[in-house]
T-cell receptor
Framework: DAGVIQSPRHEVTEMGQEVTLRCKPISGHNSLFWYRQTMMRGLELLIYFNNNVPIDDSGMPEDRFSAKMPNASFSTLKIQPSEPRDSAVYFC?????????????FGEGSWLTVV | AQSVTQPDIHITVSEGASLELRCNYSYGATPYLFWYVQSPGQGLQLLLKYFSGDTLVQGIKGFEAEFKRSQSSFNLRKPSVHWSDAAEYFCAVGAAGTASKLTFGTGTRLQVTL
């Protein structure tokens, strides 16, 4: 059974460029989470969706960040324009019905470097 | 609001020694508690979780954790550490509800000496 699939695994881009990170959650899961991990701030929840609807985007740093979930099997996190301080590992995770009695499964992350 | 504190940033133990990683949480109701492990360059893997019932939970790789409501703690233990256990360990707390989220601690980096 495939886990959470993220792409790209690694990306290096120049400041000002648009970055799109993609995520395919585990089939059947209806909750999806985007996390960012940095040395300074640890793991931060950026946004989470339930049944394709954004429930809480309070962790999205600023307007340069946007996330969509057009269907149950796909989500994107977009940064436009990107800045060096956006360099981090971005994790997508999914679960069945949030956290209640269920496990959140993480993808292997998208390692973003903005130069 | 829920929060998690992992007071130890870095711990070093000898291979074969016992291990205890501390985790304290803050949450008004009964929490859902998790321990995840992250090896360098990898994603997060679930070690174990507590939702209800027996307060001592067993996980993978020989790890266990004990939920102590009176101390708001969920410490992770292993009786004998292996060199391959060197990694970063994250404690996390979740809230009840279908559209809930997971809040992570800052992590504890475990170094194992031979």
């Amino acid at each position: 059974d495939a886990g959470v699939i993220q792409s790209p695994r690694h990306e290096v881009t120049e400041m000002g460029q648009e970055v799109t990170l993609r995520c395919k959650p585990i089939s059947g899961h209806n909750s999806l989470f985007w996390y960012r991990q940095t040395m300074m701030r640890g793991l931060e929840l950026l946004i989470y969706f339930n049944n394709n609807v954004p429930i809480d985007d309070s962790g999205m740093p600023e307007d340069r960040f946007s996330a969509k979930m057009p269907n149950a099997s796909f989500s994107t996190l977009k940064i436009q324009p990107s800045e060096p301080r956006d360099s981090a590992v971005y994790f997508c995770a999914s679960s069945l019905n949030g956290v209640s009695g269920n496990t959140i499964y993480f993808g292997e992350g998208s390692w973003l470097t903005v130069v | 609001a829920q929060s998690v504190t992992q007071p130890d940033i870095h711990i070093t133990v000898s291979e074969g020694a016992s291990l205890e990683l501390r985790c304290n949480y803050s949450y008004g109701a009964t929490p859902y508690l998790f321990w995840y492990v992250q090896s360098p360059g990898q994603g997060l893997q679930l070690l174990l979780k507590y939702f209800s019932g027996d307060t001592l939970v067993q996980g993978i790789k020989g790890f266990e954790a004990e939920f102590k409501r009176s101390q708001s703690s969920f410490n992770l233990r292993k009786p004998s550490v292996h060199w391959s256990d060197a990694a970063e360990y994250f404690c996390a707390v979740g809230a009840a509800g279908t559209a809930s989220k997971l809040t992570f601690g800052t992590g504890t980096r475990l170094q194992v000496t031979l």
